[in-house]
């Protein structure tokens, strides 16, 4: 009875303390600051806009380098040209051999004679 009696009043005594009103923390004033936002729209992409994109660098004519070389520059190595891949060689198709007809009853695939049990209801496989 005795402790039955503390654990109905344990709860009530946390409970008690939890809920008393506390003085609120002290924080630090937020100061709020304008800032310019830009919008972001959806451009359609199609051929049009694309072509227009690129319209004035398409009329312009390829640009060539010069370099002009001096005595003791040394000639920079050519970076390699791409190379097709070799093709692989064709192999030859293996020739697989023709499946033996199997054995349709498991006992006689295994090595073993099947006995039939329960007047033809089940059956099971012997030695």
């Known amino acids: 009875m005795r402790a039955t009696v503390i654990l109905v009043m344990l ?3 946390v409970l008690s303390t939890v809920g ?3 003085a609120p923390a002290s924080s630090p004033e937020v100061v709020t600051v304008a800032v310019t936002t830009e919008g972001v729209r959806r451009v359609p992409m199609d051929t049009r ?17 010069a370099a002009k070389r ?3 520059m040394v000639e920079p190595m050519p970076a390699p040209m791409p190379q097709a891949r070799p ?3 064709k192999q030859p198709e293996k020739v697989h051999p023709r499946a033996t007809r199997r054995e349709s009853n498991v006992c006689t ?4 004679r099947k006995q039939v049990t329960r007047g033809g209801r089940s059956w099971r496989c012997r030695r």
Request: glycine share 12%; proline share 21%.
């Open 70 to 72: 001096t005595p003791g």
């Open 109 to 112: 695939r295994h090595g073993m």
């Open 87 to 89: 093709q692989p060689e």
């Open 20 to 22: 008393l009103p506390r």
């Open 49 to 65: 806009t694309f072509s227009a994109r690129w319209m004035p660098v398409n009329g312009m004519p390829p640009m060539v380098l």
């Open 11 to 13: 709860p009530l005594g």
